[in-house]
Nanobody
């Protein structure tokens, strides 16, 4: 099983940018499809973005499309989430997740999760 550790969260003003990182250890990173999810207080966890094994396919939630970019560096065992034009409604704990099968946007399909990193956007 892969272990995941997120970093890069923090407090940012609306309109600003942040880059989240998720470092993986354990089994071969390139054998995992990766996803980012988020959970705001009082809300269910929701899909943000996902990326295929080699990085050739990416999927985004409509709410972040055009503002967020998911990428990965298999040589560094790391997946990134570049967030731009941040809005107050992006405030949440952001989690990265991994699965060994095809790319998915469903959190129930992911078996490995990080501990999360807080992103707070002030308006």
């Amino acid at each position: 099983q892969v272990q995941l550790v997120e970093s890069g969260g923090g407090l940012v003003q609306a309109g600003g940018s942040l880059r989240l990182s998720c470092a993986a250890s354990g089994r071969t990173f390139s054998s995992y499809t990766m996803g980012w999810f988020r959970q705001a207080p009082g809300k269910e966890r929701e899909f943000v973005a996902a990326i295929s094994w080699g990085g050739g396919y990416q999927y985004y939630a409509d709410s972040v499309k055009g503002r967020f970019t998911i990428s990965r560096d298999n040589a560094k065992n790391t997946v990134y989430l570049q967030m731009s034009s941040l809005k107050a409604e992006d405030t949440a704990v952001y989690y990265c997740a991994a699965r060994t099968e095809y790319i998915s946007t469903n959190s129930a399909d992911f078996g490995s999760w990080g501990q999360g990193t807080q992103v707070t956007v002030s308006s």
